[in-house]
């Protein structure tokens, strides 16, 4: 799900953003994490030709790994041109490594990658560890989403009136 790039006022500049993640997931920790890539790719993700529908982190032998971020090739890029959907490292804390292992462990945890932004110059992804939600859990989130709307147009109304 590309969104236009915008800022959230403080110096970050966001590119994509992955709304699935929140309705499929109860978000418990999120991190800050950078990201290594080409030349092509940062230049093709700064055009915001990005995408994280199906995108997930994994730790595997003690690094941590983003699978299925699609990024399209660079219109200007020539024969080096990179793979749109390679596997891209991750870089974190040695610390913040560790408790993702023990965290990703339990049952039911996943690495869900949240936004893709600019810091700085640098481009950074947004994850979270992540409980996925039941069928029942997402349909409770959407009558409370539904309800909370139908309250704030009432109050609309009657501040009209």
């Given at each position: ?6 800022s959230?006022?403080?110096g ?28 092509t790719?940062?230049?093709?993700i ?13 730790v ?48 039911g ?53």
């Amino acid at each position: 799900m590309s969104t236009p790039a915008k800022s959230d006022g403080q110096g970050e500049k966001i590119l994509v953003q992955n709304k699935k993640a929140t309705h499929d997931y109860f978000i418990e920790e999120t991190y800050e994490a950078g990201l290594v890539l080409t030349g092509t790719e940062i230049k093709a993700i700064r055009s915001g030709r990005a995408n994280m529908r199906d995108s997930y982190a994994r730790v595997e032998h003690g690094e941590v790994f983003l699978h299925n971020l699609h990024i399209s090739p660079y219109e200007a890029g020539n024969r080096f041109n990179h793979e749109p959907l390679r596997t891209r490292k991750l870089l974190l804390h040695r610390s913040e490594i560790r408790k993702l292992i023990g965290a990703t462990r339990e049952a039911g945890y996943s690495l869900v990658p949240l936004r893709l932004y600019l810091r700085g110059g640098f481009c950074k992804v947004q994850i979270a560890l992540g409980k996925g939600k039941k069928n029942y859990d997402k349909r409770h989130a959407v009558a409370e989403r539904d309800a909370a709307r139908e309250i704030a147009r009432v109050f609309r109304e009657r501040q009209k009136q």
